[in-house]
């Protein structure tokens, strides 16, 4: 069922991309499919054929109300897809209702997805949405990060108007959901809530059968973030799989994003056997 407004309006300027992913021998082929100012840039191959990055462009810049940006992936048996943004989703401020970006991805058999888009900014003044759900078949597995930074703090503009609904669900799972009003002093300065800091950064590693050596990996990613103030690693596991989540509260994106890529890197190596690789479109 679809989810409620924030802020009532209509849709003004609506963008849709629809990404499939699937195993061609040893290589993994992208197809994609657009409506509107959403786009694939380029998909690129440094770690070889079988693993596909494709980056991700939106145009226009950002989202104001009235705007809705919808993603559609789906990672088919055996492929192993990154995707990525070469810049931040922003959310401006609204006049017009609601502003939303909506992903699903379905990752199939045996097969892999790493949702890795740049920082989410929710300017002053915006009514904004951003959702993430995604699910697994049978042997899937995927990383997914969002890094949220609330306001414009280096310019002077605190997130002291405005809402955001942060959505991120891995089906059966997992879900965290929360809403972020700029009213809500308990929540965003509170000891219990943000604390007065501007950035959450969140990263999520889920497969569907339990995580051997779980005890390990979690020492070893709190040691890696042992200097950060406020970060936390944690393992959940049910009937349905595992999914080993870092949580990171800080002041600046930067360094937020930076703490949570050396986790990935470590997970990745240490889960996939695979090396530490961030997507090109990164370092450039």
């Not at 609330?150 to 002291?160: C, N, S, T, V």
Request: hydrophobic fraction near 45%.
């Amino acid at each position: 069922m679809a989810e409620p407004a924030l802020a009532g309006g209509p849709v003004r300027w609506p963008a849709r991309l629809t990404l499939s992913a699937t195993r061609d021998g040893d290589a993994t082929r992208v197809h994609a499919r657009h409506d509107g100012p959403l786009r694939l840039l380029k998909t690129l191959y440094p770690d070889g054929p079988g693993i596909a990055q494709a980056v991700l462009v939106h145009p226009p810049g950002g989202l104001v109300g009235g705007d809705r940006l919808d993603i559609d992936i789906d990672v088919q048996a055996g492929a192993h897809l990154l995707v990525t943004t070469p810049a931040a989703t922003r959310f401006y401020r609204s006049v017009a209702g609601e502003a939303a970006q909506v992903v699903h991805a379905r990752v199939g058999e045996g097969a892999r997805l790493e949702w890795l888009p740049q920082e989410t900014l929710a300017y002053p003044s915006c009514e904004a949405r951003n959702e993430v759900r995604l699910s697994l078949a049978s042997g899937a597995s995927l990383f997914a990060t969002e890094v949220l930074g609330l306001g414009l703090p280096a310019a002077g503009e605190p997130f002291d108007r405005g809402r955001m609904l942060q959505h991120l669900e891995i089906t059966g799972q997992w879900l965290d959901r929360g809403r972020l009003d700029a009213a809500d002093a308990a929540l965003l300065r509170g000891p219990c809530g943000l604390d007065g800091h501007a950035v959450l950064g969140t990263l999520a590693y889920a497969q569907t059968t339990p995580v051997d050596g779980a005890a390990a990996l979690l020492d070893d990613a709190r040691a890696l973030l042992h200097e950060v103030p406020r970060a936390g690693v944690t393992l959940l596991q049910g009937p349905r799989g595992a999914v080993l989540l870092a949580r990171v509260i800080g002041d600046e994106v930067e360094a937020v994003t930076q703490a949570l890529r050396r986790v990935r890197a470590l997970w990745r190596q240490r889960l996939w056997a695979l090396p530490t690789s961030d997507p090109r479109i990164w370092a450039t």
